[in-house]
């Protein structure tokens, strides 16, 4: 055994040393052949759809090029019941468009930057394999747009999000979607589906007026992001999302599908719908393996995303909560409205029902 073996022991890892060679260093990859013929390809412009929407299923069985069109702009929006924000979005809205492909699809993204702080922008989408997620493909700066091809080789659930930097500043504040690979075969069909994302928003105390009145609009607080202290924790981009604007809603008999993303930046989401439970889960945005069943809460860590299904049995209203319960009061609050004939062989009293007086979770 020379000397150099000894002092890494029996049980390290070999590294090659400056005047070694190691074959696994020197010898190239083998580079696949393109799996496909772009210029073959039928060309078809995604269906988009702003949250809760979904775009409807792909019924196709063969790939395409698929044509992406975002743009970037600010926009000044309710962010709670006290304050507007600026936010930062995709096709004017937080979060981002829902974009439905099909595994073995090419996408065509085009990012046009329309924003007129003079910030660049990208799209790293954990569906697109390659360096950066597509980011350095698509950076756009004011007034530019930047097109790029991504072939997808792996169905799922996935985040996109701006990636320029500083990359936490534009997801704080709100440069985020959900992208859907969808397999060959897709999932089981269900009644409907919806789309909800959950996000956190740092920001600093409202300045104080002329009149000496707090202002309505409050601003991004990098300290609190970095402390990892939200200001507000919602549901689709605002307090209200899910509540006074768009409810979701299904009739008794029906399945439910959400597909839900936690773009973060910082927090895990114990994502729970208080009078259900998720009839399959797929967790981690996995829909190849076979689902979790009847799950009551399912953990959705930053940058990730799942799906579950629900069989609504009992007509009522259904709340979306993080169960880390206190979220409830910076925002994180969704309703269900289901319709229907009463269950009395389900859910039942003699007493008439008594929620308590401005009750968040029991409207």
């Not at 980011?135 to 747009?145: D, F, K, P």
């Not at 402390?227 to 029906?254: H, I, Q």
Request: charge should be negative; aromatic fraction near 8%.
């Amino acid at each position: 055994m020379d000397s150099a073996e000894k002092a890494r022991g029996p049980d390290s890892i070999l590294v090659p040393q400056a005047n070694e060679t190691s074959q696994s260093y020197s010898t190239p990859c083998n580079t696949p052949e393109n799996p496909q013929n772009i210029s073959n390809l039928p060309v078809e412009e995604a269906i988009l759809t702003s949250a809760p929407n979904v775009p409807p299923p792909i019924t196709r069985d063969h790939p395409v090029l698929l044509q992406v069109p975002l743009t970037t702009s600010i926009k000044s929006k309710q962010l709670t019941s006290q304050y507007k924000y600026e936010q930062w979005t995709f096709n004017g809205t937080v979060p981002g468009p829902f974009i439905r492909a099909r595994v073995g699809d090419t996408v065509e993204l085009s990012l046009t930057n329309r924003d007129e702080s003079g910030n660049p922008h990208n799209i790293d989408c954990h569906a697109f394999l390659g360096p950066g997620g597509g980011s350095a493909l698509t950076t756009a700066e004011e007034g530019q747009t930047k097109t790029a091809r991504f072939h997808l080789t792996c169905p799922g659930l996935y985040l996109y999000h701006c990636a320029a930097a500083p990359v936490p500043v534009h997801i704080a504040n709100g440069m985020y979607g959900l992208m859907y690979v969808q397999p060959e075969k897709d999932l089981d069909p269900v009644d409907r589906e919806y789309y909800v994302m959950q996000s956190e928003f740092y920001h600093e105390a409202p300045e104080i007026e002329d009149n000496g009145k707090p202002s309505s609009t409050v601003e991004f607080s990098y300290p609190n992001a970095l402390r990892e202290e939200p200001s507000v924790v919602v549901f689709n981009g605002s307090e209200a999302a899910l509540t006074r604007d768009k409810p979701l809603k299904a009739c008794v008999d029906e399945r439910v599908r959400i597909f839900f993303g936690n773009a973060g930046p910082n927090i895990t989401s114990s994502f729970h719908v208080i009078g259900s439970n998720f009839e399959k889960v797929y967790r981690d945005g996995d829909i190849v393996s076979p689902p979790g069943r009847f799950v009551q809460t399912v953990s959705v860590p930053p940058g990730a995303a799942t799906v579950v299904d629900m069989k609504m049995v009992v007509p009522g209203t259904y709340t979306l909560v993080d169960h880390a319960i206190f979220r409830l009061d910076k925002g994180a609050v969704g309703y269900l409205n289901v319709a229907g004939e009463p269950r009395g062989d389900m859910y039942h009293s003699e007493e008439p029902p008594a929620p308590c007086v401005g009750c968040k979770l029991h409207p």
